[in-house]
């Protein structure tokens, strides 16, 4: 009778399992992936990493660094060699060397002379063969003025030969002629450029002209090549 009802038992259990889900199948979930996860990011995830060519700040081409040319040191220190050179002024009360025509002799700031050019020619009124110096004299200073003559000129041979300016005063003298002692005195800022001619022996060879005044203040320049 026990048996009997045992297996009543069994085979009641039975019929109440059958069509259930097995219970291991049932404990175990399928995982679904999902697609929210691998589409949409995370709000509270950590934002991507920027491309590091879109983050960094874009560097300046080196022509933007500085838009003002920077100066040459060489080409401001550098002369030009094509440049033509100003007339220089020499020292005061000094001969020298045989300055170049055009280039000035400063007497202390007051006075300059330069001798600008030479030449030969045969002027009436005087005997022999003459030479012609254009010479320019101006007053810089001397508030008491200057008087302008001939004498304080004079030709300069190769052996120390010496040949004043004419004493002739024809009536043919190239114009403009440089003031002979008339007499007239230039004041601050008036100048005179004019011929001085000197009469010299046929033949005689000439290495300059020099100026000499009273107070030993002297200068003198080279002539043209073919005085």
């Given amino acids: 009778m026990k048996r009997l009802l045992t297996l009543l038992s069994l085979m009641v259990l039975s019929a109440c399992t059958i069509g259930q889900p097995n219970a291991t199948t049932a404990a175990t979930p399928v995982e679904t992936p999902s697609v929210s996860e691998s589409v949409s990011p995370s709000p509270s995830g950590s934002p991507e ?15 933007e660094q500085s838009t003002s040319p920077q100066p040459s040191e060489s080409a401001a220190s550098e002369p030009d060699p094509n440049a033509t050179p100003s007339p220089s002024t020499s020292a005061t009360g000094s001969a020298g060397a045989f300055r170049a025509p055009g280039e000035v002799l400063d007497l202390g700031g007051e006075v300059t002379l330069t001798v600008l050019d030479s030449k030969r020619a045969k002027v ?3 005997r022999g063969n003459q030479v012609l110096v ?8 001397a508030a008491a003025g200057i008087e302008l ?11 120390s030969e010496e040949y004043p300016a004419s004493t002739t005063h024809g009536t043919a003298e190239p114009a403009p002629v440089y003031p ?16 001085i001619v000197f009469d010299v022996p046929s033949g005689a060879k000439l290495s300059g002209v020099r100026y000499m005044n009273s107070s030993g203040d002297s200068g003198q320049w080279r002539l043209n090549a073919n005085v």
């Fill in 134 to 141: 254009m010479v320019k004299s101006c007053n810089v200073t």
């Fill in 49 to 63: 990493s920027p491309d590091p060519q879109d983050s960094a700040s874009p560097s300046p081409e080196p022509s």
């Fill in 149 to 159: 003559s001939w004498d304080t000129w004079v030709l300069l041979g190769p052996d």
């Fill in 124 to 126: 009436s009124g005087h």
């Fill in 180 to 195: 002979n002692g008339s007499g007239r005195l230039y004041k601050p800022g008036q100048c005179a450029k004019g011929w």
